[in-house]
């Protein structure tokens, strides 16, 4: 964990790639440079209940967006080039960004494929930012927002200023952060999602001013003595500095299933729960990780998608007791409709380190 030095100003940076799946396949086939690309699934759109992992920007110039059904893609774009997703190319490109971030000799916190923090003690961010823009751009021939910030949350937040900025670069920090958010609802603060703006809703709070000066104790009694006041410190710009440098490890594997055809039988439904938790712990052994929790979602065909958790007796990478695991929280559920969708989550234990 890397904290904030006492000698320059302390800013971190966040770096969201553009576009990147569909960047990275561009990158590989110039010839589609300027057209719609979308990627997602086996790359067949005309298949049923397949979903666009993401779309480039020509893209979704038609209403083409990450989420969407395949097929809707299709219709609303039938020019469009649909690709399959291929995962050991895109972590190679991500591997090349952060190279890129870490030429800087700044400490970098990777987030997964596409984004990752950078602190740095400086005197002109924003010529940091641009400099980092340059870097990755000469490196890898990609693309990226950079948000500045004197906190995380604010330069989390200033990514989506910076995707509309000309150069691509948004700084928001403590003089210019309620100005630019205090009348925006809540919902648009990072870590605020819709059930949680409508319960403070409730409270007669829905913009980012009214929660930055809600009282610290009535939204400890709303919503709990740590999360209450973590709300208001999000509604002030947050308070996180510190940049964590160990490589980044997922916190859980997963694998979800859309089915061309709803599943009614319950055999069926637990075989397909069984066999993906076999295929993820596979996976995961393989990786040297170790398995905590199973979680299990199951999404009908009204799309009513319910997950439910529970803890393992032990930490282990047995398939068979991850199995069993799987199947007594499948076991919880009361399917009385067909199923849409599966999907199994393994949560993982962290790496113990050696001394």
């Not at 779309?55 to 110039?61: D, F, G, K």
């Not at 509309?164 to 205090?182: C, E, F, K, Q, V």
């Not at 949680?196 to 709303?222: C, G």
Request: proline residues 6%; hydrophobic residues 40%; glycine residues 8%.
């Amino acid at each position: 964990m890397t904290t904030r030095p006492q000698d320059l100003p302390w800013w971190l940076l966040h770096v969201d790639m553009d576009s990147f799946l569909a960047a990275v396949e561009v990158r590989r086939r110039p010839e589609l440079r300027g057209r719609p690309v979308v990627v997602g699934g086996d790359g067949d759109p005309t298949r049923p209940r397949q979903v666009v992992a993401t779309a480039s920007y020509e893209a979704r110039a038609y209403g083409v967006h990450s989420g969407m059904p395949m097929q809707r893609a299709l219709r609303k774009c039938p020019d469009a080039v649909f690709l399959p997703s291929d995962h050991p190319a895109y972590d190679a490109a991500s591997a090349e960004v952060m190279e890129a971030l870490r030429s800087f000799g700044y400490p970098v916190e990777v987030w997964g494929w596409d984004e990752a923090f950078l602190g740095a003690g400086h005197d002109d961010p924003e010529d940091l930012a641009r400099a980092v823009r340059t870097a990755v751009h000469d490196r890898t021939g990609l693309n990226c927002a950079v948000g500045i910030g004197d906190t995380k949350e604010r330069a989390k937040m200033a990514t989506t200023f910076a995707k509309a900025a000309p150069d691509h670069i948004y700084r928001l920090d403590s003089s210019n952060w309620i100005p630019m958010m205090g009348d925006r609802d809540v919902v648009e603060l990072w870590g605020i999602g819709k059930r949680t703006a409508a319960r403070l809703a409730a409270h007669d709070l829905r913009t980012v001013i009214d929660l930055a000066l809600a009282d610290r104790d009535e939204l400890a009694a709303w919503f709990g003595p740590t999360i209450g006041p973590r709300l208001r410190v999000l509604a002030r710009g947050g308070s996180s500095h510190a940049i964590a440098t160990e490589p980044w490890l997922a916190r859980s594997k997963s694998r979800q299933v859309t089915f061309a055809r709803d599943l009614t039988d319950p055999d069926a439904i637990g075989q397909e729960v069984a066999a993906m938790a076999r295929e993820l712990c596979a996976e995961i052994k393989a990786d040297g990780r170790q398995v905590t929790h199973v979680g299990v979602t199951v999404r009908t065909r009204s799309f009513f998608t319910r997950v439910k958790t529970s803890k393992l007796p032990e930490v282990t990478t047995d398939p068979k007791i991850i199995e069993a695991g799987a199947q007594a929280v499948l076991a919880r559920f009361e399917i009385d409709r067909p199923v849409r969708l599966l999907g199994v989550r393994l949560d993982l234990a962290p790496i113990q380190q050696s001394t």
